[in-house]
């Protein structure tokens, strides 16, 4: 098979062969597994620049500040409480960041010792709802 596009798909096909081809790519992307893919690819990509990256020597920036990795850990909490399992993964390679989620009370210790609302809502959207109400 040949593809002039990856987009199009495949080139060549029988009649039967695409009708196939479309009806399984019509299944992956009804039940997410196209998605999946396409993130796995994606994170593969990364962690082999990422692997690139790293052998120059040079620390990423989330890795010197303490503050980006901060705001990291509270953009990966905001991820896993709803559920962005795919972009928690991109996100990890990307920034660094352990996927892991962190827990509220190490962020909270973090931000001053502050106590949030019982862990209703992530504690970035917390912090948002804060600042919209000070305006």
Not at 14 to 42: C, F, H, M, P
Not at 69 to 83: K, P, R, S
Not at 85 to 110: A, H
Request: with cysteine; charged share 25%.
């Amino acid at each position: 098979m040949s593809y002039s596009n990856p987009s199009d798909g495949p080139q060549n096909l029988t009649e039967s062969e695409n009708q196939i081809y479309e009806a399984v790519k019509d299944t992956l992307e009804e039940n997410g597994g196209l998605k999946e893919i396409r993130a796995n690819i994606q994170k593969k990509v990364f962690e082999v620049i990422r692997g690139d990256c790293a052998k120059s020597g040079s620390p990423r920036v989330s890795e010197r500040d303490a503050r980006i990795q901060l705001v990291n850990q509270l953009i990966m909490q905001y991820f896993h409480w709803y559920g962005y399992m795919y972009t928690i993964e991109m996100f990890g390679v990307e920034s660094g960041t352990d996927t892991t989620c962190p827990p509220p009370q190490f962020l909270e210790s973090r931000l001053s010792n502050r106590q949030y609302k019982s862990h209703v809502l992530p504690i970035l959207i917390e912090l948002v709802m804060d600042l919209m109400e000070k305006k």
